[in-house]
C-alpha cells in the first residue's frame, strides 16, 4: 500500500534510508598522530608566555599595592610623632 504525501511518497512497509553525511573526512583533514593537544607548537608556547606575564604582572602589581601602603603608613607615623619627613 502506497500513500503519497505532497510530493513525497510513503509506503507502509519499514524502509531503511541512509543519508549521507555533510561533510566527509579525507587524509588531509584528519590531525597528524603527533597533534594530540589539538594545538599546534607555537600555540602552545605563546598561551605558556602569556600565563606567565600575567602571573608576574599579578605578583608585581601586588608588591606595589604593598610598598605603597607601607610607606603611607610610615609617612603617617612620622606626622603623629611630629617629625620632619
Do not use: D, W
Not at 6 to 19: A, F, N, Q
Not at 49 to 57: E, H, P
Amino acid at each position: 500500500m502506497s500513500i503519497t504525501s505532497p510530493g513525497i511518497p510513503v509506503t507502509s512497509s519499514p524502509t531503511l534510508v541512509t543519508i549521507p553525511s555533510a561533510s566527509t573526512t579525507s587524509e588531509t583533514e584528519r590531525p597528524k598522530e603527533g597533534n594530540t593537544l589539538g594545538l599546534s607548537k607555537g600555540a602552545l608556547a605563546g598561551v605558556v608566555v602569556s600565563a606567565t606575564c600575567s602571573v608576574i604582572g599579578l605578583v608585581f602589581g601586588i608588591g606595589f599595592k604593598i610598598y605603597k601602603h607601607r610607606k603611607q603608613v610610615r609617612m603617617e607615623k612620622q606626622r603623629a610623632e611630629g617629625g620632619a619627613f
